[in-house]
Nanobody
């Protein structure tokens, strides 16, 4: 089992920044991908950014490229620096972990084995 502890959500005005943190504990040796999804009211879950702990390669949704950056050291961390936030970034953000190596399929929520409880990010215009 893997436990995920998230922090860092909050409210900010458009153009502002927030940083989300996720630290995994438990069977972290089994982690291959760790990162973030989000879900806005009335919308489906959306992959935001993930990293492959094997070589630190990263994957981003087109909607957040050049604004968000995912970092982390080791097998069990994922930090999401969010800059130039927009109202459409408002959502509950979830830390996720996959034991698989989904590669180009990283955006598929079904490949993630563990999900955090979520942290709210609200961006006002």
């Amino acid at each position: 089992q893997v436990q995920l502890e998230e922090s860092g959500g909050g409210s900010v005005q458009a153009g502002g920044s927030l940083k989300l943190s996720c630290v995994a504990s438990g069977d972290t040796y089994s982690i291959n991908y760790i990162g973030w999804f989000r879900q806005a009211p009335g919308k489906e879950r959306e992959g935001v950014a993930v990293r492959y702990v094997g070589d630190s390669s990263t994957f981003y949704a087109d909607s957040v490229k050049d604004r968000f950056a995912i970092t982390g050291s080791g097998w069990n961390e994922a930090y999401l620096q969010m800059n130039s936030l927009k109202p459409e970034d408002t959502a509950v953000y979830y830390c996720v972990v996959s034991r698989q190596r989904p590669g180009r399929n990283w955006w598929n929520p079904n490949v993630y084995n563990y999900w955090g409880q979520g942290t709210q990010v609200t961006v006002s215009s």
